[in-house]
Structure formats: C-alpha cells, structure tokens
C-alpha cells in the first residue's frame, strides 16, 4: 500500500501573457478580417477592430502592437494617435493604400519613403522575396509559392527604402521585377516598424485557400510580421539563459551566456560566474566555459525542488548580473502504477529469452529450466593453499612422532 500516488505535483510554465493588438483603419475593409483570423490562429494575441474616427487617446494605452490599414489619410491625419504611439513606443504595422496620405506616412515612418507620383492609379503588384532579409525565417514552401500568390494594391510612386531598413521584399509590377520595396522592417529608438506597401491581402487568403487547400501560409506570413515587430528588442550587454525553465530530477541543467562590449560586439574574455540557490538557502558555485565567441555551462542534475540564480561578470570595472530561476520536478513512474503489468513482464521475458511463469505454474519452471538450451550446467572448483604452520595439531602429531623415533631409538641402541 502505498500513499505516494494520490498526489500529483502539476508545474505550468507561463512564458507570455496574450497581447492585445489593435487594428486601426481608415475605413472597413476584408483585410481588417484576414488580419485577425491570422492572429487569431495564434492564440497569443487578443485582437480589437476600430475605425480612426471613433478611436480615442485613452483606449490606446492597453495595445502593445498597432496595425494602421491605409493609415494616415487626407480624412483621418491621426496625429495625435501617432504622437501618443511615439511616447509610448507602441510598435506598429502601416498596411499603405489607395486611402493613405504618402506624405503623412513618410513623416510618421523613417524606413520608406514613397514619392507619389501625378497618375494616381494604383499597381496590381506580386512579391519577389529578398534573399538578403534575414530578420526571420520563411519555410523553403513559403519561400517557393508566396511569388505567385494574387496581387496587392500598392500606391503609384517611386519607392526609396532608408538604409537601415531590412527590405523581405520587392514589387515585381507585371512582369518586370523593380527594386521597389514591397514589405520593410526596422527599428528605431527601441521601437519597431513595419511598412507594407500594399493591399488586398484578402485575395492571399482566397487564393491559398483554393490552391493550397488552407490559409496556412497567408497566416504564417502575417504572423511572423507581427511577431518580429511586437517583439522588443534586448539591448542588454549580459545576457544569460538557461536551455529550459522547467527540468525533470532525470535532464541535465545547462545554461548559455553573452557578453557584448560598448560596440555591441561579442567578447568572451572576461570570467562569468554563476550562483544557484534553492529554497533552503544552500548555495552552488559555477564557473562557465567559453564556447566560441560566448558561454556554455553544464552542471548536471540537481534534486528537485526551486531554485533561483544570479549570474556574474565584470567588463572595465563594470559589475553585470542577470538573474533567474527554474525548478527541478520529480518522476515517479513506480508510484504512479502500483498493479504489476504483466504485458509488460511478458514482453521482457520474451525480449531475453525468458518465459512468464504465474504461481498456479510454478511446477513447470524446472522443465523450463532444464529444456532451455541456452542454460548450461556450470560446475565450480576452487583452489586454497594454506601455509603448514597455520596447521597446529598437525605439527604436534609431527613433533611427537620425531620424538618417539629419537627415543626407540636411543632405548634399543639405535645411535
């Protein structure tokens, strides 16, 4: 009987909170729609649809991420949502349209500028991807059938990315492939910025649908749009993690480390310490190791329980530290079944060559044994020397029978 398996320890990792995402238009639109069954998908976001007119300075304060769709324009200017999104440092996304005011969007963004033209029809335009972009990774599938996806809308104009942009991709206007970016990405002053130059991507999602059976990559591509901009940015000069938060008493702890100097270079010279303690105060001491330009520690299994830590280092009489915590949970597989498994019994017996024998059989296990082949009788012999004069009564028996000899001997005139 046993008492261990009516309680279970149940651990949840929370890694984010959801983000609410506003999606601010200039007007109704089926790219308002698409756009939030893609984050939607996601489950990490929680997504609000305003129109500008009726949007007010103090419903901004909750968003961390705001996609503007054809936003600024002649009708709706926003500067007061675009100031307040500057003081806050509210990422955002700027979806341009046949609706957006070009002027106001190249004030309001330091990554592209459109020069708008005289003939304001706009271009149908399909995507020609970048193979220099880098902010993240599309799947080789992605990569392959997004060109050929239906054209956006994009503003007629001469289009100049700024150099510190990152351009994903490039309009390709009927058959001729420009230099005119399509999507850019960058950040400035902690804060990042998307501009996509174009719209109807309501048509993505019909045509993925018909060809591809799913909305798979229409929502993959918004998502990971959104998830590189929403994300801040870790200026951080030392930065340690370790490879999980949440470790089984079986899994070895590990931990990687940076260090970056004032150029915001990777160096490795400097010595980084790290100190692990658990809940009833004893401490553990660690030295990391380089590995190539960073930090690698590995410090095996630790018995279960919490444990927090603080890493160390000094660069130019300058003390860092980043610190952390995980937990250590048990297993108990034993405790957790406490009816033998006979399948699994037999399955072992008969993975080795053995055979399952039950109580009311226990008369066949010798037939068993006896008419298994692989079982042979082994006969032991053993070999012990032992010195003679460890042997008392012997050397007695030895002595007395001398001394009988030596006296016959001299009694009968033997010597």
């Known amino acids: 009987?046993?008492?261990?398996?009516?309680?279970?320890?149940?651990?949840?990792?929370?890694?984010?909170?959801?983000?609410?995402?506003?999606?601010l238009a200039n007007s109704p639109h089926?790219?308002?729609?698409?756009?939030?069954?893609?984050?939607?998908?996601?489950?990490?976001?929680?997504?609000?649809?305003?129109?500008?007119?009726?949007?007010?300075?103090?419903?901004?304060?909750?968003?961390?991420?705001?996609?503007?769709h054809q936003l600024p324009s002649v009708k709706n200017p926003i500067p007061t949502?675009?100031?307040?999104?500057?003081?806050?440092?509210?990422?955002?996304?700027?979806?341009?349209?046949?609706?957006?005011?070009?002027?106001?969007?190249?004030?309001a963004q330091p990554f592209l500028n459109i020069l708008a033209g005289g003939n304001r029809t706009p271009n149908d335009v399909t995507m020609v991807l970048n193979p220099s972009f880098n902010l993240f990774n599309l799947t080789d599938d992605i990569k392959t059938k997004l060109p050929a996806f239906s054209p956006l809308i994009s503003p007629y104009g001469e289009y100049t990315a700024a150099p510190s942009a990152q351009v994903m991709s490039f309009q390709k206007i009927g058959s001729v492939d420009t230099q005119y970016p399509l999507i850019v990405m960058g950040e400035a002053n902690d804060k990042r910025t998307c501009v996509i130059a174009g719209e109807g991507i309501w048509k993505w999602q019909l045509f993925d649908q018909l060809q591809n059976g799913s909305r798979d990559i229409t929502y993959e591509v918004?998502?990971?749009?959104?998830?590189?901009?929403?994300?801040?940015?870790d200026k951080r000069k030392f930065k340690v993690t370790s490879s999980k938060r949440l470790y089984t008493e079986l899994e070895d702890i590990s931990f990687q480390g940076e260090l970056y100097n004032d150029s915001y270079e990777l160096i490795n010279t400097p010595e980084v310490s790290i100190r692990i303690k658990n809940k009833q105060g004893e401490e553990f001491d660690y030295t990391f190791n380089t590995s190539g330009q960073s930090y690698?520690?590995?410090?095996?299994?630790?018995?279960?329980?919490?444990?927090?830590?603080?890493a160390t280092t000094e660069v130019?009489?300058?003390?860092?530290?980043?610190?952390?915590?995980?937990?250590?949970?048990?297993?108990?597989?034993?405790?957790?079944?406490?009816?033998?498994?006979?399948?699994?019994?037999?399955?072992?017996?008969?993975?080795?060559?053995?055979?399952?024998?039950?109580?009311?059989?226990?008369?066949?296990?010798?037939?068993?044994?006896?008419?298994?082949?692989?079982?042979?009788?082994?006969?032991?012999?053993?070999?012990?020397t032992r010195p003679l004069i460890h042997l008392k009564w012997l050397c007695i028996i030895l002595l007395a029978a001398l001394s009988l000899e030596w006296f016959l001997r001299r009694y009968y005139g033997g010597y």
């Open 30 to 68: 089926p790219d308002l729609a698409v756009w939030k069954s893609a984050l939607l998908s996601q489950r990490n976001y929680e997504v609000d649809i305003r129109m500008a007119s009726d949007m007010s300075l103090d419903q901004l304060k909750k968003y961390d991420l705001v996609i503007l």
């Open 316 to 384: 130019n009489g300058v003390k860092l530290t980043h610190d952390g915590k995980l937990v250590v949970q048990p297993i108990q597989l034993e405790t957790l079944e406490t009816t033998a498994d006979h399948g699994l019994l037999r399955q072992l017996a008969t993975m080795y060559g053995g055979s399952l024998v039950y109580a009311d059989q226990i008369s066949q296990l010798g037939d068993l044994i006896l008419g298994d082949e692989h079982i042979k009788p082994i006969l032991y012999s053993s070999t012990q």
């Open 1 to 23: 009987m046993t008492y261990l398996n009516n309680v279970r320890d149940f651990f949840v990792e929370v890694i984010d909170g959801r983000l609410n995402v506003l999606l």
């Open 81 to 107: 949502i675009l100031n307040e999104l500057d003081k806050k440092g509210t990422p955002r996304i700027f979806v341009a349209g046949y609706q957006t005011d070009l002027n106001a969007l190249n004030q």
């Open 222 to 233: 918004l998502n990971q749009i959104c998830q590189y901009t929403s994300t801040k940015s």
């Open 296 to 310: 690698a520690l590995e410090i095996g299994r630790f018995p279960e329980g919490n444990y927090s830590w603080t």
